[in-house]
C-alpha cells in the first residue's frame, strides 16, 4: 500500500526543462512521473545508499522501457521518471530495457532493441547522451571505459546468426574505441585481475547452443581464450575471492539449468569448472558469503525458487530467504539485488508480464518490509551512493 506525495529530487530539474520545452515534446504532452510515499519503508536521511534505480523492460517492440528510482531518504517510489526529466526527447528510452549499470557520476541504461545504451546524470536522471550499439545486452567498467556485450547480428533466430561482440566506450567521450569478436550471443561479463570474461549463449542458434565463457586481456583487446562451461550461458557475476557464478539455462527442454562455478588455475586468465550445482536460476546476487538465486519456474512448470548459496562452501543453504509466506503472492519472480548497506533483500515480479510488476523488499530475515508497484517487467537494480 502507498500513499501519494511529491517529492523534490527530480522535480526542479525536470519542470525547468518542461518549460524549456513547451512542456511538451512538439505535440506529445510529458508524461507526468508518479511519486508514491511507500508504506512500511523507514525514511533512512543517513545511509549510505542515496537510492536506487530500477529498470522496466517493457514488452519487445512496445517501446515501453521505463526507469524508476526510489529514494531513501524520503521512502519514496519514482515511477517512470525519465520522460518527466527529459521532456525533449521524443521516444523516450525505447525498446526492452535490459541493463542498468551506475559507474562514476553517470547512469548506463543498455537499451537492447532500441540498439543503444543511454547515458544519464546520477543525481538528476537528466540524459547526457547515447552510444549506438547493434543488439546490445550488458555493460561493465574498468577505468575509464565501459565494455558492452552485443549479439551484432539483429533479432533474430537461425543457425546462420553472426558471432556476438564487447564494445568498448570511453566514459569521458561516450565514443566506441575498440570492439572484439567473442562466442554467439554473449551475455552478462565480468571483469577480473585485468580479463574480461564473457558468458556467451548462442540462445539465437538453438538447439545448437554455445557453452564457453570467452577471456578478453583487456590490455591487447583480443581473446586468449574460451573456457567450455556449459550450454546456453546466462549470469555471470564474481565473488569476494575472484570466483565466478556462471548460470545455465539449459535448453528448457531435457537439460535443465544449472549453476556454475569456476577458480582461476594457472596463469593468463585460465579458469576451470570446480562445481556444478543443480539448481535452476534466472537472477543471482552475492552479498558477502551469501548467493541469493531466484527461478521464475517456468522451465518443466515447477514451482519458483528463492534459494541461498554458501559462496565459500559452495552448499545450497535449506528452506527459502522468504520467510513469512509471502512468496504465494509472487506470480513470477524476474530481478533480484541485494541493499549492499542494510543488506536487505530486492525482489521483483513480473507479473503477467504485459502490465505494472511489483517491487518487493525483504529483510535479511526474509520477512516483507514493504512492496510497491512498478512498471511493466521490472528487471534490474541499480544503487546510487552518496
Known sequence: MTTKRKLRLFLPIAAAA??????CRGDEPVVAAEYDVVA??????DSEIAGFYLLNEGNMGSNKCT??????SAATYIRNIYAECNPGVIM????VGNDIQIYGSRVYVVVNCSHKVEVLDARTGVRIGQVDI?????????????????????????ADSPKGGVFEVDTASLSITRQVTVGYQPEELEIVDG???????????APDYDNTVSVVDLAEFKVIRAIPVDINLHRLRKDGRGRLWVSSRGNLHDIPSRLCVLEPRGKNGAMEVVDTLDVEC????????????????????????YGVIDVNTRTTLPGSFITDGTEARIRRPYGIAVNPATGDILLTDAGNYVSSGTLYCF????????????????????????
Open 195 to 205: 580479463l574480461l570474461y564473457v558468458a556467451n549463449s548462442g540462445g539465437y542458434r
Open 363 to 386: 529483510s535479511p530475515d526474509g520477512s516483507l518490509r514493504w512492496s510497491v508497484r512498478t512498471g511493466d517487467i521490472p528487471a534490474a537494480i541499480a544503487f546510487l551512493h552518496k
Open 40 to 45: 512500511g519503508a523507514t525514511p533512512d536521511p
Open 18 to 23: 518542461a518549460l524549456a520545452a513547451g512542456g
Open 92 to 95: 523516450e528510452l525505447g525498446d
Open 134 to 158: 547493434p543488439n546490445c545486452r550488458y555493460v561493465r567498467f574498468s577505468g575509464d571505459k565501459a565494455y558492452v556485450s552485443s549479439y551484432i547480428g539483429p533479432v533474430q533466430i537461425g
Open 282 to 305: 534466472t537472477d543471482l546476487a552475492i552479498h558477502s558469503d551469501r548467493l541469493y538465486y531466484i527461478s521464475s519456474g517456468m522451465a518443466g512448470g515447477e514451482a519458483p525458487q
Open 67 to 72: 526507469l524508476d528510482y526510489f529514494d531513501c
